[in-house]
């Protein structure tokens, strides 16, 4: 009997893929904080989920495109629904978006969900090991 690593594994190596991406994201807003007419971003995890998962395909997701001209980032291959300009709070005059504050505290948010994903893809390894070890 053989071993499905999509099935024994989960959603959690596509969340990881993401988490990477989007940390990729976040430090890019963050470098750019104070570069006039720069836009922050950010990725929706549940369109890349979807996407990723094939759940857009059975129709658990439903995504819209709201805007044609939504880019994606460079080396991000996902859809425009995936990556979204983030609506500043307090805009500033030189029309940069990125809120600095905002944007730390997004970062340190994906990097505790990387690490759970991550201490849970492990444990799963673990189990793996303990099933075909026969423990």
């Known amino acids: 009997m053989s071993i499905s690593f999509d099935t024994a594994l989960g959603i959690h190596q596509q969340a990881l893929s993401f988490r ?47 805007n044609s001209r939504h880019i994606e980032a460079d080396g991000v ?22 809120d600095a504050q905002v944007e730390q505290a997004k970062y340190a948010e994906n990097a505790t969900q990387f690490q759970a994903s991550f201490t849970f893809l492990n444990s799963k390894f673990k189990g793996l090991m303990t099933a075909i070890r026969g423990e």
């Open 77 to 98: 291959s996902l859809s425009d629904d995936a990556l979204k300009y983030r609506i500043p709070a307090n805009p500033a005059l030189d029309q940069n978006t990125v």
């Open 20 to 66: 990477s991406q989007r940390a990729e994201v976040l430090a890019n807003n963050l470098a750019n904080a104070d570069t006039p007419n720069y836009k922050a971003r950010d990725m929706d995890f549940a369109s890349v989920l979807a996407a990723q998962s094939g759940n857009a395909q059975r129709g658990n997701f439903a995504t819209t495109l709201t």
